[in-house]
């Protein structure tokens, strides 16, 4: 059970290396009791000796497991309600558009925004008892090239709306470059020799693994889920930037002309040398 008094959060995508695991760690230290979880369990087990964290394994694409989750939590909280429920199961599928497998295409969006919508309805009762707060995890890439986090930012600002009348807050944070697992774990991205893009393939797999030759800074995940607890903590609603190059690029898709936009994004990924 959870101590009388203590709040409670529930965080997707939990294994160590990544965004979830790290916001872990910090909210069990801001004294919050902790619902970690990921798909597979063996994958966060450093946090299983923590002081009011409970580690539960949880699917986000199946309904029968989102509801052993649900009848746990709820046995958990006291009768309570959740706090904050923080959606950061992700994976990542990348590939020329053209290039995509429909199936694994169709992966993408149940993990990345049906998951996301799935976990949220199962807990939102708890959540409006509560008078809670819903994280979801978007992305700067939602503006430009990545249609699921693009769907998953209008998601939140609608369920913003929606749960207002009770109280509950929706927070989407729109991520910028952060140091995870996410992009190490991915499989290589290899291009079938008939791609209208195969001269790009290395600029491509750079992308999707995140190389050291991308040119890209990342913030730490510790660094970063400090910066997020303490929005959501601090009483945030809407949207937030964090992460590095959030801010830039808060601050790109306002001012800058589409077509300088078009040539930065082309030349880091192949496309100016097609």
């Known amino acids: ?41 063996t994958k966060m087990s450093d946090l299983t000796s923590l002081s009011n964290t409970h580690c539960l394994a949880l699917d986000v694409t199946s309904k029968f497991s989102i509801q052993q989750a649900v009848e746990f939590v709820t046995a958990h909280t006291n009768g309570r309600g959740l706090d904050i429920l923080i959606n950061n199961s992700g ?51 939602g ?29 989407s944070v729109i991520t910028g470059a952060v140091d995870t697992n996410i992009m190490k774990n991915s499989s290589v991205p290899k291009l079938p020799t008939t791609s209208r893009y195969y001269t790009a393939e290395k600029q491509i797999i750079d992308l999707a693994l995140g190389n050291d030759n991308d040119g890209v800074k990342r913030m730490s995940a510790e660094e970063f889920a400090g910066k997020v607890a303490g929005d959501v903590i601090g009483g945030a609603n809407g949207k937030i930037w964090r992460g590095r190059y959030s801010s830039i690029a808060r601050l ?13 994004l082309s030349k880091g990924r192949g496309l100016d040398a097609l």
Not at 95 to 123: C, H, I, L, S, Y
Not at 252 to 264: A, H, K, Q, R, S
Request: aromatic share 12%; glycine share 8%.
């Open 91 to 141: 994976q990542q599928y990348v590939r020329p558009m053209m290039d995509m497998v429909e199936e694994e295409a169709r992966k993408m969006f149940d993990v990345n925004f049906w998951g996301v919508f799935a976990v949220t309805q199962a807990f939102v009762d708890m959540l409006i008892l509560a008078k809670g707060a819903i994280v979801n995890m978007a992305s700067i890439s």
């Open 252 to 264: 790109f898709n306002v001012l800058m002309p589409t077509g300088v936009l078009d040539g930065i």
């Open 143 to 171: 503006y430009w090239y990545t249609p699921y986090m693009a769907a998953l930012a209008i998601f939140g600002e609608t369920l913003r709306l929606e749960l207002q009348p009770f109280g509950v807050r929706v927070i």
């Open 1 to 41: 059970m959870a101590p009388t008094g203590t709040k409670s959060v529930l965080i997707t995508g939990c294994s160590t290396g990544g965004i979830g695991h790290a916001l872990a760690l910090t909210f069990q230290r801001k004294g919050f009791t902790v619902f970690a979880t990921a798909r597979d369990i």
